[in-house]
C-alpha cells in the first residue's frame, strides 16, 4: 500500500466527464489503497448543492462498481462542495479557507492537485486566481491537470499555455490525452522496445506503411453543440491519433523516463510533414455521415442530430496521410481514419511490412507460369474493444502441392483481464499523484500538433466545395479507398465487409 496525501479540488466537479470517469477512478484507487485516509476531494461548480448532495452523486456515480453501504459513505465522506464562481475573486478565499481547513482535518501536507474539467475558456482564470488567491501557499506539490481541448488551434493553445505557464511550472502541468492511459497504447512501447524482431524491422527497410483507426459506431450523440464546432480533425486527430503516432514513430528512448520519452515524441512530431495547401487536399480526406441503415437499423444524418447546424459543414470523418521526414521514415505512409457512425467501434493500428523482395512461388496455368499471391505480413495491434496483438504470415496449406495459406499468430487479452485492468483515467490520476508526466502531453507536443493540424484545418476552411458524405455505419466514403488505392494500398481493417456481404449494410 502507498497511500497519497493529497486534496483535490475539481473544477466542473458536477459535469459529466467528472461523473462519468473521475469519481469512479478516485474510487477505485480508494479500494486498491492508493487513496485511504489522507485525501479529500472540493468539487466545484455554479449550482448551489450541499455536501450531503454532492455526496449522494458521489455514491451514484460509484454504484456500478457495487461498493458496500460503509464503504460508499465512508469514501462519499471525503467529498466537499463549495458552490463557485470562476470569476469572482472572492469565492477563492472561500475555497482556500475550506482547502486548509481539510489540509488540517486529513493530514494532507499541503499536497494540492486541481483538475480542471470545465469550459477551456476558464482555465487561464481559473489558475491566475489559485494563485493570487494563495490556493498555491501550501507547504506540498501544487499540480494542475487540464483537460481536453488544449486550445483550438496553435495561436489559442499557445496563449492557453502562456496563461498557465505564469503559476505553473511545466513539470506541474499534466495535459491529459486520455488515449495515453490505454493499456494497449501504453503497450505499444513495450510491443516496439522489448522485442529485437519487431524493432531491428521498424522501418522503411521493412515496412510499407502504418494505418491508425479510431472507429467510433455511435453519433454524436448530445454533443452536438461542442462537436459541431469542433469536428473530428481536432477532436481526434490533433490529439490522439497524433499521439499514437508519435508513439510508433519515435526512436528507442534512452531511458523509459517521462523526460526522455517524451523527448522522442516530440522529435517524432516534429518531423511529421507540415503540408501546404496542395498537399493537403491531395492527402486529406473529410466527410461527414448521410443517413444509413444496418442490420434493418435506420440511423438519420448528422444535420439532423441534435444542436446541429442543419446546414453544417462540419466533418464527421477523416482519413489522411501523414508523411514523416527522417531517416527512418522516409517513404513510409502513415494513414490514419477517424469518425463517428462507423461499422464498428474499433481502434487498431496495423503495420504492414513490405512484401519479400522475389516472389519464387509460381503456379502453372495452361502452359505459363504466374506468380502466387503473397499476402503482406501484418502486424496488427488491438487497443479497443478487444485488447491484444496479432501477426499475420504466409504459410503452406497442408497437402499435396504448394499453395500459400494466410497464418495469423494472435494474443488477446482475456475478458477477465480487460474487466480488471485499470480505466485510463484511473492510471492518469495515479501517474498524476505520482508525479510521473510520461503518459501526458508536453506543451511541445501540444504546439507541434497544432501546426500540422492548423493547415489542414485552414485549407478545408476556404475549399467552397461540398463535403462528401457516407452512409452511416459505413467505414467512410470512397475517397478514403481512393487515398490507399493511388499509393498500391488498401485499408487493412474492413468491418464493414462483414456486413456487406451478408447484405446487411446499405
Ligand atoms: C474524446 C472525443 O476525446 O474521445 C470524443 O472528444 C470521442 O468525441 C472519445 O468519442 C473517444 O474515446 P474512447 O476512449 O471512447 O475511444
Not at 481541448?149 to 483550438?152: A, D, I, L
Not at 494500398?489 to 464493414?496: G, L, N, R, S, V
Given at each position: 500500500m502507498n497511500e497519497k496525501k493529497v486534496l483535490f479540488t475539481i473544477f466542473g466537479g458536477t459535469g459529466d466527464l467528472a461523473q462519468r470517469k473521475l469519481y469512479p477512478s478516485l474510487f477505485r484507487l480508494y479500494r486498491k489503497g492508493d487513496l485511504v485516509e489522507s485525501f479529500a476531494v472540493i468539487g466545484t461548480a455554479r449550482r448551489p448543492w450541499s455536501d450531503e448532495t454532492y455526496r449522494n452523486i458521489i455514491k451514484e456515480t460509484i454504484a456500478s462498481l457495487d461498493p458496500t453501504e460503509e464503504e460508499a459513505d465512508a469514501f462519499a465522506s471525503h467529498f466537499y462542495y463549495q458552490s463557485h464562481d470562476?470569476?469572482?475573486?472572492?469565492h477563492y478565499d472561500t475555497l482556500k479557507k475550506l482547502a486548509d481547513e481539510l489540509d488540517e482535518k486529513y493530514d494532507l501536507e499541503g499536497n494540492r492537485l486541481f483538475y480542471l474539467a470545465m469550459s477551456p475558456n476558464f482555465f487561464g482564470t481559473i489558475v491566475s486566481h489559485l494563485k493570487s488567491q494563495g490556493m498555491l501557499d501550501s507547504k506540498g506539490y501544487h499540480r494542475v491537470i487540464i483537460e481536453k481541448?488544449?486550445?483550438?488551434d496553435y495561436e489559442t493553445a499557445s496563449q492557453l499555455n502562456e496563461e498557465i505557464t505564469q503559476v505553473f511550472q511545466e513539470e506541474e502541468i499534466y495535459r491529459i490525452d486520455h488515449y495515453l492511459g490505454k493499456e494497449m497504447v501504453q503497450n505499444i512501447s513495450a510491443i516496439r522496445f522489448a522485442n529485437s524482431i519487431f524493432e531491428s524491422l521498424w522501418s522503411n527497410r521493412y515496412i510499407d506503411n502504418i494505418q491508425i483507426n479510431i472507429a467510433e459506431d455511435l453519433g454524436v450523440e448530445e454533443r452536438g453543440g461542442y462537436y459541431d464546432q469542433s469536428g473530428a480533425l481536432k477532436d481526434m486527430v490533433q490529439n490522439h491519433i497524433l499521439q499514437v503516432l508519435s508513439l510508433l514513430a519515435m526512436e528507442p528512448p534512452v531511458a523509459f523516463s517521462d523526460k526522455e520519452i517524451r523527448a522522442e515524441k516530440i522529435k517524432a512530431l516534429e518531423a511529421v510533414r507540415v503540408y501546404t495547401a496542395e498537399e493537403v487536399a491531395k492527402n486529406f480526406v473529410r466527410a461527414q455521415y448521410g443517413p444509413g441503415s444496418m442490420e434493418g437499423q435506420d440511423y438519420t444524418a448528422y444535420k439532423e442530430e441534435l444542436n446541429v447546424d442543419p446546414n453544417s459543414s462540419t466533418e464527421t470523418f477523416v482519413a489522411g496521410k501523414f508523411i514523416i521526414d527522417n531517416f527512418r521514415w522516409s517513404g513510409v505512409p502513415f494513414y490514419v481514419r477517424t469518425g463517428k457512425r462507423l461499422t464498428e467501434k474499433g481502434t487498431r493500428i496495423n503495420i504492414v511490412f513490405k512484401q519479400v523482395p522475389v516472389n519464387v512461388f509460381k503456379d502453372s496455368v495452361g502452359g505459363s507460369c504466374e506468380q502466387k499471391q503473397l499476402s503482406p505480413n501484418v502486424l496488427t495491434i488491438y487497443i479497443q474493444p478487444t485488447e491484444g496483438f496479432s501477426l499475420s504470415l504466409n504459410g503452406k496449406e497442408v497437402g499435396q502441392g504448394f499453395n500459400m495459406l494466410p497464418i495469423r499468430l494472435e494474443h488477446r487479452n482475456s475478458a477477465e483481464i480487460i474487466e480488471n485492468t485499470p480505466e485510463a483515467y484511473e492510471k492518469l490520476m495515479l501517474d498524476s499523484l505520482n508525479g510521473d508526466g510520461t503518459n501526458f502531453t508536453h506543451w511541445k507536443e501540444v504546439a507541434q500538433s497544432w501546426h500540422i493540424v492548423d493547415v489542414i484545418r485552414q485549407t478545408w476552411d476556404q475549399d467552397p466545395s461540398e463535403l462528401p458524405q457516407y452512409s452511416a455505419r459505413s467505414m467512410g466514403p470512397k475517397e478514403a479507398y481512393e487515398l490507399l488505392e493511388k499509393d498500391g494500398?488498401?485499408?487493412?481493417?474492413?468491418?464493414?465487409e462483414w456486413y456487406r456481404k451478408r447484405d446487411l449494410l446499405s
Open positions: 470562476v470569476q469572482d475573486t472572492e481541448p488544449f486550445g483550438t494500398f488498401e485499408w487493412i481493417w474492413a468491418p464493414d
